[in-house]
Nanobody
Framework: QVQLVESGGGLVQAGGSLRLSCAAS???????????MGWFRQAPGKERELEAA????????YYADSVKGRFTISRDNAKRMVYLQMSSLKPEDTAVYYC??????????????WGQGTQVTVSS
């Protein structure tokens, strides 16, 4: 098992920045570097959607069009951490953000582990 715990969410004004963190722990966490990691978000009344992903090495990344150029995903395998730096935030970025671990960045819909989520609220 891998436990994923997100932190860093909160309330921010439009145009502001936040940095989300996701820490991996558990018996299988030593295999953290074998997982692609992603950040999904779910707004009220909407489906959960992938916004950013990073391969196990960090060499490949993916961004949804809605966040491209504003969000940056990164990881530190030694610390078993993944981050999402969010800037130029908009009210439409308001959602619960979830960290996820998947076998491969090419198949981010196949999620092995989810975090519990962290709320991000952007005020206008």
């Amino acid at each position: 098992q891998v436990q994923l715990v997100e932190s860093g969410g909160g309330l921010v004004q439009a145009g502001g920045s936040l940095r989300l963190s996701c820490a991996a722990s558990g018996r299988a966490a030593r295999f953290f570097e074998n997982y692609a990691m992603g950040w999904f978000r779910q707004a009220p009344g909407k489906e959960r959607e992938l916004e950013a992903a990073i391969s196990w090495s960090g060499g490949s990344t993916y961004y949804a069009d809605s966040v491209k150029g504003r969000f940056t995903i990164s990881r530190d395998n030694a610390k078993r951490m993944v981050y999402l730096q969010m800037s130029s935030l908009k009210p439409e970025d308001t959602a619960v953000y979830y960290c996820a671990a998947t076998p491969n960045i090419a198949t981010m819909n196949v999620v092995d582990y989810w975090g519990q989520g962290t709320q991000v609220t952007v005020s206008s």
